[in-house]
């Protein structure tokens, strides 16, 4: 697609409920990037694909975190059991990538998620 | 793990001021890339510098990448109100060249 599509924009859910969020790269991109962003702070990393590497989980707080990316293309980072302090907004990029060398993220629009 | 720091985190300006932002590194970066996060957006990369010394310009901003590649800054000629948001840097991540590590990025306000 011409950018990255990520959906739901907005969720709204109970604490101890699972989500699921989903990040549609721009095509031909070869990394995929989550991070997430609280209100009015920095961009703290949670995961990164690149290609057929194993991803880097590093970021992911918990083991409440995961995510996957099937087919080289389709991202979707699931939470589970949430709690409020889970509430921020994720946002998905993608780059492409040489050489270990990234050529600038292009984000989508987030997800905003609200656990109540 | 390898940071960038930025400065300063707030700046508010009378429109037609300048303003610049800065980015640190303790260790030489292969390259360092800028963003701008407008108020309720998202982050849009807006250049990437890899030369030591470079010197980019577009339109009323001036991206200056420094000789020992440990720092850089983002300089915005007579601030406009559309200037708003938050800008930030991102460097290479020290184990993982493929992956970005982001400043805390500088917020701008600027009075009409």
């Known amino acids: 697609g011409a950018g990255v599509s990520q959906s739901p924009s907005n969720k709204v859910t109970e604490k101890g409920k699972d989500v699921e969020l989903r990040c549609d790269p721009i095509?031909?991109?070869?990394?995929l990037y989550w991070y997430r962003q609280s209100l009015g702070q920095g961009l703290e990393f949670l995961i990164y694909?690149?290609?057929?590497?194993?991803?880097?989980k590093s970021g992911l707080p918990s083991d409440r975190f995961s995510a996957e990316r099937t087919g080289g293309s389709v991202s979707t980072l699931t939470i589970q059991r949430t709690q409020q302090e889970d509430s921020a907004v994720y946002l998905c990029?993608?780059?492409?990538?040489?050489?270990?060398?990234?050529?600038?993220?292009?984000f989508g629009s987030g997800t905003r998620l609200t656990v109540v | 793990g390898q940071q960038v720091m930025q400065i300063p985190q707030y700046q508010h300006v009378q429109e037609g001021e300048d303003f610049t932002t800065y980015c640190n590194s303790s260790?030489?970066?292969?390259?360092i890339q800028w963003y701008k996060q407008r108020p309720g957006g998202h982050p849009v990369f807006l250049i990437q510098?890899?030369?030591?010394?470079e010197v980019k310009k577009q339109k009323r901003l001036t991206f200056q990448f420094g000789e020992a590649k440990k720092n850089s800054s983002l300089h915005i000629t007579a601030t406009q109100t559309t200037d708003v948001g938050t800008y930030f840097c991102?460097?290479?991540?020290?184990?993982?060249?493929?992956?970005?590590?982001f400043g805390d990025g500088t917020t701008l306000t600027v009075k009409p």
């Open positions: 990029a993608s780059s492409l990538s040489l050489d270990r060398v990234n050529y600038g993220y292009t």
């Open positions: 095509s031909g991109h070869t990394a």
């Open positions: 694909f690149q290609g057929n590497s194993a991803p880097d």
């Open positions: 260790t030489t970066l292969s390259n």
């Open positions: 510098l890899v030369k030591s010394g």
């Open positions: 991102a460097g290479p991540g020290n184990t993982n060249a493929g992956k970005s590590t």
